[in-house]
């Protein structure tokens, strides 16, 4: 789990989850402002497209995936990720734009 930039505090997950889906929150030890680095959200979205569209793309050519399964498949992939997400997450002073 990523630590605070100003104190050294371990954020847990939950809160890796919360700050990720607001943009910043302030750290629960010393309250100031961290950011998720812009960086990490393309990687996150990298990460997170690549397997489905290899996977997707090797079924329909060797097995004939159908749609629905597809459709499943991604739902388990972005699954993993929300969950995996935190874990790759690191925490910044000041905002950066993409």
């Known amino acids: 789990m990523p630590n605070c930039q100003n104190c050294g505090f371990k954020w847990s997950w939950s809160d890796m989850i919360k700050v990720a889906l607001k943009g910043n929150m302030p750290c629960p ?26 996977l997707y793309s090797y079924l329909t050519s060797d097995f004939g995936f159908s749609w629905p399964l597809a459709i499943t498949a991604f739902a388990f992939i ?21």
Do not use: H
């Open 29 to 54: 030890n010393c309250q100031k402002d961290q950011y998720v680095k812009s960086g990490r959200n393309l990687f996150g979205a990298f990460l997170t497209m690549m397997p489905f569209v290899l």
């Open 78 to 98: 972005m699954t993993l990720s929300t969950v995996m997400g935190p874990f790759f997450y690191r925490l910044s002073n000041t905002k950066e734009s993409i």
